[in-house]
């Protein structure tokens, strides 16, 4: 019953990540507008696989070495720029096109992960003393944490693209194709600013 409660909570963790705004959520409903609620579906599971690669990689390695707090935020500044060349192309959207040239490719997708202090940080302090209490319990338990988490993060997501996509017939209907990209990507700068706000505070103390 135990195993049983801990796996519930770490599913609702995933949900409560699936629906916290990020990139990760703008990229998909970037998608959304760009070529349906199908095509999203590709980016999440995009999306799912970068995240659960370098979240497996983390619960593999992390205790083999003593990481400090400043990498991260290094980490963050570097994904900052990377946000914000992903939201320029963003913004040079107008109108809905065939769907050829996708902008939130796999490599992009796993570079925008590995280069998010804000990932790493959330997977070292609220993720991995959670994955290694649920070890304790049955042997690989850590492993379970990881499928348990992003099944959560999956079906949330792949839920808000669906709501979302229901409004994309009104805008295109309303010729606003052009207004929500540039907010789209007006989003993407704001969480680079973020990544570069939280590092500096963290320089300055």
Known sequence: MEIFIKITEIFLLGLIGGAVPGPMLTAVFTEVLRGGFKKSVVVTLRALGAEAAVALVILLIVFSFTIPPLYFYVVSIFGAGFLIYLATQVWLIEKIDS?????????????????????????????????????????????????????????????????????????????LVGAVFKVFALLLVFFALKSVYSSLIFFLK
Not at 104 to 112: G, Q
Not at 146 to 158: D, H, K, N, R
């Open 99 to 175: 769907g050829e040239g996708e902008i939130f490719t796999f490599v992009k997708i796993l570079i925008l992960t590995v280069l998010s202090g804000a990932f790493w940080i959330f997977w070292l302090t609220i993720c991995l003393p959670r994955a290694f209490a649920l070890r304790e319990l049955v042997a690989g338990g850590q492993y379970l944490f990881l499928i348990s988490f992003e099944a959560g993060w999956l079906l949330m997501t792949v839920f808000l693209a669906y709501i979302f996509s229901r409004f994309r017939p009104l805008l295109l209907k309303k010729n």
